[in-house]
């Protein structure tokens, strides 16, 4: 249960800094090539399962980590850093509910047109 109220807790503050950073960002408006920043965010997952006797709910999990994007021109690349919680719960009637929980590391790039 404790381990439940850190990890709320801990998704509460990831989504107040990211908020913070995000206003700020939109008020600085500053020219400089380079941006650095904090994201968060709630995610949905839901385990795909080949056995017929299990069954698999949507859960929530959260994310949140850094970013830093370069303007080049018209174009921009942007790398990210996530850590990401996903989780889903599997249901059957032999074992009852369970709740599938996994963590990863993420480093999506991408790339756009302004």
Do not use: C
Not at 76 to 83: K, S
Not at 87 to 104: D, L, P, R
């Amino acid at each position: 249960m404790k381990t439940q109220l850190k990890l709320k807790n801990l998704a509460m503050l990831l989504l107040l800094i990211g908020t913070t950073f995000m206003a700020n960002e939109v008020k600085s408006q500053s020219k400089m090539p380079i941006h650095i920043g904090f994201k968060g965010g709630a995610n949905f997952s839901n385990l795909s399962l080949s056995n017929s006797n299990l069954d698999s709910k949507y859960s929530l999990g959260y994310h949140g980590g850094m970013f830093t994007r370069i303007d080049i021109s018209k174009l921009y690349v942007q790398a990210e850093l996530l850590y990401s919680q996903k989780k889903s719960k599997v249901e059957n009637s032999t074992i009852g509910t369970k709740q599938a929980k996994w963590s990863s590391i993420e480093v999506p790039v991408l790339v756009g047109y302004k």
